[in-house]
């Protein structure tokens, strides 16, 4: 009864694969196979079913699933993987909690509700995708009336909090984009203006960057920084490239972009200029 007893309390993975027609199982305990390989029987159907319980030996904090959190993470999942379908059941209380997400505009949808509730100042949501060397970019992005920054970053579904190099390479090239537009169309011409800038560009953003690669290298204390050199130049140059043809296309959508970012460098301007003035001051006062 002891050994039984201590059998049934180890923490156990049950997966079930439904392909080639038939449906396999396997069981494991503790990362140790202790079922072979096993025809059930025979389906249609393709998909992988996993089912575990948690092992208090490794998860030794807390062994109680957060359905917040599950909610968050599966949601994006479903905005990063366009037509993908995701129940989330909760079958723990009284009466069961049921989360749906199914997203057919994929990262467009998933900016939609980033601005939710903010005033943008474009409908038409900017998104393109690019394939090259066997990585996959896309990125959606949309300005609202803000301030503030709301940029996503992703590499194969895995939130890159601390960015690399899909990031650098998208600013760099929203940047030159921008600048580009604005001084073909003779909108930067102001004696007051320099030109504009990366924090410019970014006042009012929200955007999502989503790259697939073959061998992702992640840097960082939380190995949430994509490290992959080649992703940079990649990023940028489709970047540059579907800006440039969306601004060209869609000019009252870019004017409206241009406009607001030219306010912030005009503002920037004005500030340091105000700064410089108070030192001077300060100086012949001493």
């Known amino acids: 009864v002891l050994v039984d007893a201590l059998a049934f309390s180890r923490s156990w993975l049950e997966i079930e694969i439904k392909r080639n027609g038939q449906i396999y199982h396997q069981r494991y305990e503790r990362g140790k196979t202790v079922s072979k390989l096993t025809v059930l029987g025979k389906t249609k159907a393709t998909g992988t079913k996993v089912t575990f319980k948690p092992d208090k030996t490794i998860f030794t904090k807390t062994h109680t699933f957060a359905y917040d959190i599950l909610a968050k993470r599966l949601r994006e999942l479903a905005f990063l993987n366009k037509g993908l379908y995701i129940k989330l059941i909760d079958k723990r209380g009284e009466k069961e909690k049921i989360s749906e997400f199914h ?19 474009h409908n038409k949501i900017v998104y393109f995708m690019r394939e090259k060397d066997n990585i996959v970019i ?3 992005l949309q300005y609202n009336d803000g301030y503030n920054e709301n940029v996503f970053t992703f590499a194969n579904n895995i939130n890159t909090v601390e960015g690399g190099t899909h990031l650098s390479g998208f600013r760099s090239a929203l940047t030159r984009a921008l600048n580009q537009y604005a001084k073909n169309k003779k909108i930067i011409k102001d004696a007051d203006t320099t030109g504009i800038t990366g924090d410019d560009t970014r006042e009012g953003l929200t955007a999502v960057i989503s790259v697939k690669i073959p061998d992702p290298q992640f840097e960082g204390q939380t190995k949430t920084k994509l490290g992959n050199s ?11 490239e579907a800006l440039g043809t969306f601004f060209e296309e869609t000019p009252a959508i870019a004017n409206k972009i241009i406009d607001k970012v030219v306010l912030a460098a005009r503002a920037r301007e004005a500030a340091r200029k105000a700064r410089e003035l108070t030192r001077r001051k300060g100086a012949l006062d001493g």
């Not at 505009?105 to 903010?118: A, H, R």
């Not at 080649?230 to 540059?240: D, K, P, R, Y």
């Open 230 to 240: 080649e992703v940079e130049g990649l990023v940028a140059s489709a970047t540059l």
């Open 103 to 121: 997203f057919k505009g994929g990262i467009t949808s998933f900016v939609e509700y980033l601005n939710t509730n903010k005033v943008i100042l």
């Open 138 to 140: 896309e990125v959606a």
